[in-house]
């Protein structure tokens, strides 16, 4: 089963959010997943209970994660996607270590930064892949579709440290285009498991920064 852990040190970055995009698009493409809320606020619990119709199947874990991934590889979920807390305690640690890939939604901004380089540092410790995701960004607008620049210079400072950027982002607001944008995520994350998976099979072993994004143009 292939667990996707969504975290970051820093507060209001969007991981409730897109942990349910994510889990919806994998859904509509015949997976079956199951959503982990382990923050205790219950944030992702209290959405999935507003659907009316599309409710993902959830499991509460503030602790002892890796018995529900255990459960649910039993009952047959394809993946599992898993929302953290904002903080850097055993929660957030267990989950990562049970990632297959660590997920990492940030503002565009230089100020949000210093919390993805240190979610980056606990998943290098844990020797996980990982991908940080722009999340809340301004839409790009006109026929070239160029990038705006809040999002362009953020994403140069991630890059320079070694850290692995969707090449997309996810626009603020609601809306067709920012639901293809996570469709474009998840598009992406798909394959890069795949690549992870089968460089595991392989028995590839080139370190925690990403090995597979050579193969998926992430």
Known sequence: M??????????????????AHLASAAQGHGARCLVIDADPRGALTACNARRTEGALPLSRAAFAIA?????????????????TPATDGYVVEEA???ATLVV?????????LNAVRETVDAARA?????LAVFNGAPAVRGREE???LAVAEPRASLRRSDIPVWSGHISEGTGHARSLEFL???STIARSVAAINEA?????????AGFAWAAVGY
Do not use: H
């Open 96 to 98: 990562i270590r049970l």
């Open 184 to 186: 474009r995520l998840w």
């Open 104 to 112: 990492i939604p940030t503002r565009p901004a230089f100020r949000e």
């Open 67 to 83: 018995r529900q991934i255990r459960m649910a590889e039993v009952v047959g979920y394809d993946w599992a996607f898993i929302d």
């Open 146 to 148: 160029i990038e705006p």
């Open 2 to 19: 292939n667990v996707i852990t969504i975290a970051s040190r820093s507060a209001g970055c969007g991981k409730t959010t897109l942990t």
């Open 200 to 208: 595991r099979q392989a028995n590839l072993d080139e370190g925690p």
């Open 126 to 130: 844990c020797n996980k892949p990982y």
